[in-house]
């Protein structure tokens, strides 16, 4: 049982385990490393050595409570899934089509990825690759959709700003972390590049359709 696993631990650890429960009901995903703006440096996090640590107790805690926690040991991925299909945060279309283009940078660009499982790119790349794929309507997009998916992806761990200044308006660095392969597989880049293609047929068609109406 999960409680004689808790009533184990010492107070420290007791504490630990209500404040990384709590961080994982928030954020969903945790990496085993992250980067440092103030020292311009990849280092591992205290938070997931802990974790893993606990992960037994935290497992067991959260199956009782209708959660799965899972761990990726190759990429250093802890991610937490409601087994009901509950609890679910929806995002606004431009943050979507955010994260689905920075999963494709990632499948890109993961042979050159660092040993830490990151990619670097920055804003204005995945708006460009947007603005290529057809992703923006009349090709544009505004600040604030940009900073908005970049935080609301950045809270939950799928993507880390390079700098240690606020998000700028003109655009970031920006670090794509290995967690996105758990939100958007290889199975849903497919997916949407066939929906993709759908819609560029949908919008090929009205446009012969509005060219004949005209004559």
Known sequence: MWSEKYEALTSYEKGEFKRLANYLLS???????????????????YDYQNASRLFGVLRDYFVVTGWRLEKDDHYGIMSLVNIYDHNRFRIDRFTTLFLYTCRLIYEEEREQASSFHTVKTDTQAVVEKMQMLGLLEKGKTTQKERIDAQRTLAHYNIIQKMETS???????QILILPSILSIVSNQGINDMMAELEELRKDDVDKTETGQEDAE
């Open 166 to 172: 606020t998000w700028n308006s003109e655009g970031n």
């Open 27 to 45: 954020h969903t995903y945790m990496v085993r490393y992250e980067f440092q703006p103030s020292q311009q440096m990849t280092l591992p996090s």
